[in-house]
């Protein structure tokens, strides 16, 4: 029946009044977006306290790769108070928590390391490690000389700043807490056994829930909360040399009756000099040959039979790694041979170059800009090699680094990773926190979805 009159008067502005509150009511993307950023800022700000608590507990309590009980018993507990779906023994001693968002949408991986270093820490800080663990059979001291005990309480503070915004998220969140990314304490390479993101990857990490994108930030020396990266190649590929140079033994007093491999192994170390030098292509990528351990001899007289080296191996592009590896294994061989003795080489494939996706960082950059307040620089290529190269073959990754030196301090005279005076400035922290749980806001949000573009 058609209204007339006052009925229809009435009927109108009611729909006036209602599409009115709609318009009031609705915030525009902008909004929703500064109300998201607002959010997170309070949030990390609220748990830096606690971030900072984790970070000494896990720094004073390391476990080496492979080893992470107590780091992944405290990770499980806490994703589970958060309310987190949570698996655990992935990759052996692996954490994975699944965190649903309010409705359907895409899923964001965020990936931390947890494994320490067997370093020996020096006395100083009143939270420093006095852990000592076993190491492929040696007892050794435990440190976390490389950060990996930030990474974890990032991503621990991030999983509760995100948990309590599910309701406005869409999607899924993976937390990805990652064993022996520094390579395996009871595994050693070449035995055809993984571990740390390969392992997890195996076991089927991707399998049931697998990310639109991938995130994970490294601490490194750099101005304290600044937050750098680079697209394409970020991290080198890493391959284990292994060199066993065979003579033949005697009397230190009479080496004409021997073929001495300790000589024959100083020049094949000077011969290795020249394969980078001289052979790899450094225009289309820069490429390393160390060699970082050798060992030999019983006795001041005595040349021995055998000399065993081992280094690494470093590239950003394939062609040259491969390249690298064919040359260092001829100029061992020939050189070996040179000298009467017999070079064996292994060169093991560890891990790939980690690539950042160049549409995801792009689309990213003004979100990152954002959480460092502006505090962002282009990041070096620095000679590391990541097993987070494994996780962004499977999903379009972008590996930040976060700058941990104190202010006043030139970051280009501080303790490296992997140093004993290795120095976190716990300042930054919360910077690393609200970086990865903006990035996931954002793209569970619909802000930076299409990274195909």
Not at 84 to 91: A, E, K, M, N, P
Request: glycine content about 10%; proline content about 6%.
């Amino acid at each position: 029946m058609k209204k007339t009159g006052f009925a229809a008067d009435v009927c109108f502005k009611m729909r006036a009044l209602v599409v009115a509150l709609l318009i009031v009511g609705t915030p525009s993307a902008e909004a929703q977006e500064a109300s998201l950023e607002a959010q997170i800022r309070e949030r990390s700000a609220a748990v830096e306290k606690q971030l900072i608590d984790w970070r000494r507990d896990i720094h004073q309590h390391p476990e080496l790769g492979d080893q992470e009980q107590r780091t992944s018993r405290l990770v499980a507990e806490h994703l589970k108070r958060l309310g987190l779906d949570v698996r655990t023994g992935v990759g052996r001693t692996g954490v994975v928590g699944i965190l649903k968002g309010a409705k359907p949408g895409p899923v964001v991986g965020l990936r931390a390391d947890m494994d320490a270093l067997p370093v020996t820490e020096p006395e100083g800080l009143p939270f420093a490690s006095r852990a000592r663990a076993a190491y492929h059979g040696d007892e050794v001291g435990v440190m976390h000389a490389c950060g990996h005990d930030a990474h974890t309480a990032m991503l621990m503070a991030t999983a509760q700043v995100l948990a309590g915004m599910k309701e406005q998220l869409p999607g899924t969140v993976m937390f990805i807490f990652q064993p022996a990314e520094e390579g395996s304490s009871i595994v050693m390479p070449g035995e055809g056994k993984s571990w740390g993101a390969k392992l997890m990857l195996e076991e089927g990490l991707f399998k049931n829930v697998k990310p639109d994108a991938i995130f994970a930030v490294h601490v490194m020396p750099g101005p304290s909360g600044e937050i750098s990266w680079r697209t394409g190649a970020t991290t080198a590929s890493g391959d284990m040399l292994k060199i066993s140079v065979h003579g033949r033994q005697g009397h230190g007093g009479m080496p004409w009756n021997t073929i001495d491999p300790i000589v024959t192994s100083g020049q094949v170390l000077a011969g290795l000099q020249t394969v980078v030098s001289r052979r790899a292509n450094l225009a289309l990528s820069p490429a390393i040959v160390t060699i970082g351990m050798i060992k030999g001899g019983s006795g001041p007289n005595i040349i021995p039979d055998r000399v065993d080296m081992s280094g690494t191996i470093r590239a950003y592009d394939q062609s040259v790694r491969d390249q690298v590896g064919r040359d260092v294994k001829l100029s061992a061989e020939h050189i070996a041979e040179s000298a009467g003795a017999k070079a064996e080489v292994a060169v093991i494939p560890i891990y790939a170059t980690t690539v950042n996706d160049t549409a995801l960082a792009a689309k990213m950059e003004p979100i990152i800009r954002k959480a460092a307040d502006g505090k962002v620089a282009v990041a070096r290529l620095t000679g590391a090699s990541e097993d987070f190269s494994y996780l962004a073959q499977g999903a379009p990754g972008l590996y930040l680094f976060l700058g941990i030196t104190p202010e006043g301090q030139d970051p280009l005279k501080a303790a490296p990773n992997h140093s004993p005076n290795f120095f976190v400035d716990e300042r930054a922290l919360v910077v690393g926190t609200r970086t990865m749980a903006l990035m996931t806001a954002a793209f569970l949000t619909g802000q930076v979805v299409d990274v195909s573009k």
